[in-house]
């Protein structure tokens, strides 16, 4: 394996965890700052109030997002391990 087929493999491997990630996180992202805003704008500080709101709305998306997840997943598995013969060398 050369150094440029092994730069090449850990960029798609970090591209493609990347767009399995990026959902989620700006789904995180985007109720953190709702909630945020909600605390600044009634002055209420609880830790829970910030963290349930946040949980709900992640364990929501993973359950819509899996599927696309699943199937992301797979492809660069599949991709991957079809192209094998060309890393063992």
């Known amino acids: 394996m050369t150094p440029d087929s092994v730069v090449d493999l850990i960029r798609h491997t970090l591209l493609a965890s ?15 700052t709702i909630v945020s805003l909600v605390q600044i704008a ?3 500080q609880d830790t ?7 949980l709900i709305v992640f364990l929501l998306g993973l359950l819509m997002l899996l599927p696309w997840m699943m199937q992301r997943a797979m492809s ?5 391990l079809g192209d094998l013969g060309r890393y063992a060398r």
């Open 42 to 44: 009634t002055s209420m």
């Open 76 to 80: 660069y598995t599949i991709a991957l």
């Open 18 to 32: 990347f767009w399995l990630a990026a959902p989620l996180l700006a789904l995180g992202f985007a109720m953190g």
């Open 48 to 54: 829970s109030f910030s963290t349930i709101p946040r």
